[in-house]
């Protein structure tokens, strides 16, 4: 997933506009890495 690189490259900005769209989109690996990310307090 493209959100997950991002977020390994540290650019947690930009992973979790991603991680939006597609669990907008119905993809439910990117609802539970956009879950995580509230889990620890990453928020955009």
Do not use: P
Not at 2 to 23: D, M, P, Q, R, V
Not at 27 to 42: F, I, M, P, R, T
């Amino acid at each position: 997933m493209l959100g997950a690189t991002y977020l390994s490259e540290g650019n947690e900005e930009k992973a979790i506009e991603l991680f939006k769209h597609s669990a907008k989109l119905g993809n439910a690996d990117a609802q539970e890495s956009l879950g995580k990310c509230y889990e620890v307090g990453l928020e955009y």
